[in-house]
């Protein structure tokens, strides 16, 4: 039987769709997916969770099947995402819950560790960075937008967008690319095709730059607060380097890194040994705090 439940819930005017899977009782566990994919990738994931937890993995706005509200109603900032999703966690009742961030879903995450770090349990983090040196040469173009936000260099990022931009984000770095399957990039590539998406998504690489400007920010409550830390990270992914995953470690001494033979979606091949790893991580944290 799927245990998976698909609902919707209004925030502050905005409908935000999400996958939930409930254990009554079980300790919380927010999903955060990234850029340009939504709670679907968690697909494989929750099945093998939800005997253990209470699972919520909600589409941030303008992904998925959440609103995506025209830009002079709602300003595409990590900021304004982070706000939402943090509305969400209290109107759904997520009073104290870990967090599984992803790429995008990790500066949104961080920021409402940072707001709220009396009700963050746990971290895991899929490749979702929070230093300097986790930043690859694949973010040059992007870069170039955040010194010089002309309309040039602004269309240039435009390549970010494309269907085969998609696929290869999805198979580069994966030993053998037919492990993939294509349902989660054609997936993203339909929303990512409906109008007005192309420039919430070009927003948000312009204002990704606010992300790395907080890195000392988020280092700074990984050092004070040491929430217990994993992360299981895609060795090859082209954007996220296996550097930033180690850097965990200077701040929090005791986190546990585990690195995968694979890119930077690293759910789509390694779910289930990924799966383990959370159940091992969050049962040594539960005896500790028992």
Same mark, same amino acid.
């Given at each position: 039987?799927?245990?998976?439940?698909?609902?919707?819930?209004?925030?502050?005017?905005?409908? &935000?769709?999400?996958?939930?899977?409930?254990? &009554?009782?079980? *300790?919380?566990?927010?999903?955060?997916? /990234?850029?340009?994919?939504?709670?679907?990738?968690?697909? $494989?994931?929750?099945?093998?969770?939800? $005997?253990?937890?209470?699972?919520?993995? *909600?589409?941030?706005?303008?992904?998925?099947?959440?609103?995506?509200?025209?830009?002079?109603?709602?300003?595409?900032?990590?900021?304004?995402?982070?706000?939402?999703?943090?509305?969400?966690?209290? +109107?759904?009742?997520?009073?104290?819950?870990?967090?599984?961030?992803?790429?995008?879903?990790?500066?949104?995450?961080?920021?409402?560790?940072?707001?709220?770090?009396?009700?963050?349990?746990?971290?895991?983090?899929?490749?979702?960075?929070?230093?300097?040196?986790?930043?690859?040469?694949?973010?040059?173009?992007?870069?170039?937008?955040?010194?010089?936000?002309?309309?040039?260099?602004?269309?240039?990022?435009?390549?970010?967008?494309?269907?085969? !931009?998609?696929?290869?984000?999805?198979?580069?770095?994966?030993?053998?690319?037919?492990?993939?399957? @294509?349902?989660?990039?054609?997936?993203?590539?339909?929303?990512?095709?409906? *109008?007005?998406?192309? $420039? &919430?998504?070009?927003?948000?690489?312009?204002?990704?730059?606010?992300?790395?400007?907080?890195?000392?920010?988020?280092?700074?409550?990984?050092? !004070?607060?040491?929430?217990?830390?994993?992360?299981?990270?895609?060795?090859?992914? @082209?954007?996220?380097? *296996?550097?930033?995953?180690?850097?965990?470690?200077?701040?929090?001494?005791?986190?546990?890194?585990?690195?995968?033979?694979?890119?930077?979606?690293?759910?789509? !091949?390694?779910?289930?040994?990924?799966? /383990?790893? +959370?159940?091992?991580?969050?049962?040594?944290?539960?005896?500790?705090?028992?």
């Amino acid at each position: 039987m799927n245990p998976i439940r698909y609902r919707s819930v209004e925030v502050d005017g905005l409908k &935000v769709f999400y996958r939930e899977a409930q254990k &009554v009782g079980a *300790p919380k566990l927010l999903l955060l997916h /990234g850029f340009p994919s939504s709670g679907h990738m968690f697909r $494989d994931l929750m099945p093998l969770l939800a $005997d253990k937890f209470h699972l919520v993995a *909600p589409d941030l706005p303008g992904f998925g099947l959440t609103d995506m509200p025209p830009r002079d109603r709602f300003s595409y900032t990590f900021d304004n995402i982070a706000r939402v999703i943090d509305r969400f966690t209290e +109107i759904i009742g997520f009073d104290r819950f870990a967090i599984y961030v992803f790429d995008y879903g990790a500066p949104a995450g961080f920021r409402m560790a940072v707001r709220h770090p009396e009700r963050i349990t746990a971290i895991i983090s899929q490749n979702g960075n929070a230093y300097e040196e986790g930043l690859s040469d694949g973010w040059t173009p992007i870069r170039t937008y955040w010194e010089d936000a002309s309309e040039a260099n602004r269309k240039a990022l435009r390549a970010f967008l494309a269907p085969e !931009t998609t696929s290869w984000q999805y198979t580069n770095g994966v030993p053998d690319p037919t492990s993939v399957s @294509p349902d989660g990039q054609n997936l993203d590539n339909y929303y990512l095709a409906r *109008p007005g998406a192309d $420039d &919430v998504q070009l927003d948000l690489f312009g204002d990704y730059k606010s992300n790395v400007a907080l890195y000392p920010t988020f280092q700074n409550y990984f050092r !004070t607060h040491k929430p217990p830390f994993l992360a299981v990270w895609g060795k090859n992914d @082209p954007f996220f380097l *296996p550097p930033g995953a180690e850097a965990f470690k200077r701040d929090i001494p005791e986190a546990r890194i585990h690195f995968f033979d694979t890119g930077h979606f690293a759910l789509e !091949t390694h779910y289930a040994e990924i799966a /383990g790893i +959370i159940r091992d991580f969050m049962d040594a944290h539960a005896n500790r705090n028992s």
